[in-house]
C-alpha cells in the first residue's frame, strides 16, 4: 500500500505503476459532467477556477445528502468516460489526478503521459466505506448543481487503485492480456 498525499507532487506520480493499491489523504475536490463543463467554460473566458488546480485531484462522484452526524452521505465513483471530453484542459492549468471508474479515451492516456498525471480507480458499490474516509466535505462552486456541485473534500486513507499511470500503462488492457494467456 503506497500512502499519498494530495495535491500530488510530480516525483511521486512519476513513481506509480498500474496495480499500485493506493491509501490517498489530503485535500481533493469533486466534479462531475455538469462541473467539468462549468469549470472548462471558466478557463475558456479567462477566470480562476474555485480551486487551486495545481497538484488537484478530482472525485467524479455526486455524493448523496449526510445524513444526521455525518459530513457526507454516500460518495461511489461514477463512470469516467464522460468527464474524458474536459480533462485535457484542467491538466493543462495543474490537474494531476482523477478519481472514478472505468477506462478512460486514448486522449486522456495520452494526456496523462504528456501532462504526468494519473487515474485511480474507486471500487463502485463501496460508496459507504469511501464515504468513511471523508473527514471534510464543503461545497465550493455551483451549489445549484446539487449533488453535483463542486466540493472540496479532505479524506483520510481512501483505498484506490492506479488504473492508468503517466508511462502509458493501462490496468484494464493489461488485465484483458494477462486473462488471455
Known amino acids: 500500500m ?8 510530480l516525483k511521486d506520480i512519476r513513481e506509480l505503476k498500474i496495480g499500485d ?3 490517498l489523504s489530503g485535500v481533493i475536490y469533486t466534479a462531475r459532467d455538469s462541473a467539468h463543463q462549468k469549470l472548462v467554460d471558466l478557463l475558456k473566458v479567462g477566470i480562476e477556477l474555485p480551486f487551486d488546480p495545481e497538484g488537484s485531484v478530482i472525485f467524479y462522484v455526486g455524493p448523496s445528502p449526510a445524513k444526521p452526524g455525518q459530513v457526507i ?9 464522460r468527464m474524458d471530453p474536459f480533462v485535457i ?12 471508474k472505468g477506462s478512460r479515451s486514448a486522449e486522456v492516456k495520452k494526456g496523462l ?6 487515474y485511480f480507480g474507486a471500487t463502485g458499490g463501496a460508496a459507504a466505506l469511501l ?16 449533488p453535483e456541485a463542486v466540493r ?14 503517466c508511462h502509458g500503462g493501462d490496468l484494464y ?7 488471455k494467456k
Do not use: C, H, W
Not at 452521505?73 to 468516460?81: E, I, M, N
Not at 472540496?152 to 499511470?165: E, S
Open 21 to 23: 493499491q493506493i491509501s
Open 113 to 118: 503521459i504528456e501532462y504526468t498525471g494519473v
Open 131 to 146: 464515504a468513511k474516509t471523508i473527514t471534510e466535505a464543503e461545497v465550493i462552486a455551483f451549489p445549484e448543481l446539487g
Open 173 to 179: 488492457e493489461k488485465g484483458v492480456e494477462d486473462y
Open 73 to 81: 452521505g454516500a460518495a461511489g465513483p461514477t463512470t469516467s468516460y
Open 2 to 9: 503506497i500512502k499519498l498525499n494530495a495535491p500530488l507532487k
Open 89 to 100: 484542459d484542467l491538466m493543462k492549468v495543474g490537474m494531476k489526478g482523477m478519481i472514478g
Open 152 to 165: 472540496r473534500l479532505v479524506v483520510k486513507d481512501m483505498p484506490l487503485i492506479v488504473v492508468n499511470d
